[in-house]
């Protein structure tokens, strides 16, 4: 099944998931925990729940709205590379028609990922060194982005496709074809699987992933030295 299939995990996934980011030592840093988890698979739930009971919780979508409103660090090179019409009327990125370009074309949206990626990590490894009891990174591009060897344990929100295409449709009123778009340009639920150590199944009601998040919390606190 794919929940399994996170267990075959060899000895080369676990090595660079513990690997220094960029050869730096990273033994000072807090225990850091990568939440992912395909297109509404229910992330920003799990997340909120972490964070009410007190873990440090760096979200990669504000990270990115930082760095596309107004005078925002990537906006001038973003205009650079697709022009003025990737403006909304307040001078920040059009956020809708910029999706609609990069899920309809892949150069694009690889053109706009080299772009964003980067500067994303960079933020992300700045706020976690400053977390306390440990820092739960949102990423929901983990697994298609890659460079985030330095984290401690990845823990993956699970849903499948069929739900996330049902939920997409309610949550967000697109058409059918974009949302298959959506999730085709993603990693499937196998690949995110495979670089699991905990999962998370959210199939559910959402109440139903309290006694999920509080066990993980339990868990990370005494790998993080305060539980």
């Known amino acids: 099944t794919p929940v ?3 267990r075959s995990r060899d000895a080369r996934r676990r090595s660079r998931l513990r690997r220094s980011y ?24 799990v997340a909120q729940r972490f964070a009410a009971l007190g873990a440090e919780v760096v979200d990669a979508d ?12 990537a906006l001038g ?14 001078g920040g990125l059009d956020r809708g028609a910029m999706r609609a370009r990069a899920f309809a074309d892949a150069g694009t949206r690889a053109k706009l990922e080299a772009i964003l990626h980067p500067r994303v990590r960079e933020v992300l490894r700045d706020r976690a060194a400053a977390a306390a009891p440990y820092a739960l990174l949102v990423i929901p591009l983990l697994v298609e982005s890659g460079h985030y060897g330095w984290v401690d344990r990845v823990l993956v929100v699970d849903v499948p496709r069929e739900l996330q295409h049902a939920r997409l449709l309610a949550r967000d009123g697109i058409t059918a074809q974009l949302a ?20 998370i199944t959210n199939t559910g ?23």
């Open 180 to 199: 298959e778009a959506m999730l085709d340009a993603q990693a499937s639920r196998a690949q995110r699987l495979a670089v699991a150590d905990d999962i």
């Open 77 to 90: 090179e973003i205009v650079a590379a697709f022009g003025p019409q990737a403006l909304d009327g307040n």
């Open 62 to 73: 504000v990270v990115v709205h930082e760095l596309v409103a107004p005078g925002g660090a």
């Open 22 to 45: 960029n050869g730096r030592d990273m033994e000072t840093r807090p225990f850091t925990v990568a939440l992912t988890g395909g297109i509404a698979s229910g992330k920003s739930e």
């Open 4 to 6: 399994a299939a996170h």
């Open 205 to 227: 009601a959402a109440e139903e992933l309290d006694g999920q998040v509080s066990r993980l919390h339990r868990r990370y606190l005494a790998l993080a030295g305060a539980g």
